[in-house]
């Protein structure tokens, strides 16, 4: 029974909750991506350059024959991949750099907390400790006594 305990405490951890809701948000978002990329930029951008299809894109390695289907590169999917990827990071660093100019600490507005009696007490233990270490620094070395 300890390990169901273990594994529901680790499970319930904030963290934990946070990188699953971010890892299936990210998954959908990917998703609109995809989609943003293969239905709406690639089709123009195909016909500026002469009514390509992106999608359709590919160096045939070996045609196609009646027991196996052709190999290709398909370098038409990878450019839409390399154009999600760049939508994506570019997305994110929006959002990381927005999340990096907002202030979430709340405690702005708090004055400063006084001192509380002890810590004053050890302040000025300190400032007398100091002065008494620099009188005696002020004070001539006897005769013999080796200097540092």
């Known amino acids: 029974m300890g390990f169901l305990k273990d594994f529901k405490a680790f499970a319930m951890r904030g963290n934990v909750i946070d990188l699953a809701v971010g890892v299936v948000v ?3 978002f990917g998703q609109i991506v995809n989609s943003l990329v293969a239905d709406i ?18 160096f045939t390695l070996k045609p196609a024959t009646a027991d196996a289907a052709a190999v290709k590169i398909n370098y038409g999917n990878f450019i839409q991949s390399c154009v ?4 994506i990071a570019f997305s994110i660093f929006l959002f ?17 907390v ?8 050890l302040g000025e233990i300190r400032d007398l400790l100091k002065q008494q270490n620099s009188d005696l620094e002020k004070q001539p070395l006897p005769k013999g ?3 540092s």
């Open 26 to 28: 990210g998954g959908a």
């Open 41 to 58: 930029i690639m089709p123009p951008i195909g016909i500026l350059v002469g009514g390509v299809d992106f999608s359709e894109l590919a």
């Open 84 to 87: 999600n990827f760049l939508i």
């Open 96 to 112: 990381v750099r927005l999340l990096s100019k907002i202030d979430f600490s709340k405690d702005k507005d708090t004055p400063p």
């Open 114 to 121: 006084a001192p509380t009696k002890d810590q004053e007490l």
């Open 145 to 147: 006594t080796p200097q």
